[in-house]
Nanobody, 123 residues
Framework: QVQLVESGGGLVQAGGSLRLSCAAS????????MAWFRQAPGKERDFVAGINWNDGRQWYADSVEGRFTISRDIAKTTVYLQMNSLKPEDTAVYYCALSVNFYRRNRDAYDYWGQGTQVTVSS
C-alpha cells in the first residue's frame, strides 16, 4: 500500500504564493508518476500538474501553466507544488496522487490518493 500525506495549504491573498508538499511512503514502484489535482466546491476533481518520477518531466493544466511548478525530492520521496500569482479561482482542496502510468490527466489513471489540503485565495 502507498500512503500520501499532503501539507502546506492555507489562506493567501490574490497574487501571493504557497508551496504544497506531498510525502510518499509504503510500497515502492520501479517507475511511476505523481500529480496534483484540485477540487472546488460543487465541481469535478481536475488535473493540475504531473511529474515523471524517473526523469522529472512535467506536464500542466493550461489554467496553471507558467504560474505553478511541480518538482520532486527523490531522497525525501516528496513532491511539491509551488503556486505563484494565485487567483481566487485557484481556491480548492488540492490532492496528491500516484500512478504507474505516465503523462495522464484523468483521475482514473491514478491509484493512490492523499487526503487533500485546503487552499483558499482571497480577492
Amino acid at each position: 500500500q502507498v500512503q500520501l500525506v499532503e501539507s502546506g495549504g492555507g489562506l493567501v491573498q490574490a497574487g501571493g504564493s504557497l508551496r504544497l508538499s506531498c510525502a510518499a511512503s509504503g510500497r515502492t514502484f520501479r517507475s511511476y508518476s505523481m500529480a496534483w489535482f484540485r477540487q472546488a466546491p460543487g465541481k469535478e476533481r481536475d488535473f493540475v500538474a504531473g511529474i515523471n518520477w524517473n526523469d522529472g518531466r512535467q506536464w500542466y493544466a493550461d489554467s496553471v501553466e507558467g504560474r505553478f511548478t511541480i518538482s520532486r525530492d527523490i531522497a525525501k520521496t516528496t513532491v511539491y507544488l509551488q503556486m505563484n500569482s494565485l487567483k481566487p479561482e485557484d481556491t480548492a482542496v488540492y490532492y496528491c496522487a500516484l500512478s504507474v502510468n505516465f503523462y495522464r490527466r484523468n483521475r482514473d489513471a491514478y491509484d493512490y490518493w492523499g487526503q487533500g489540503t485546503q487552499v483558499t485565495v482571497s480577492s
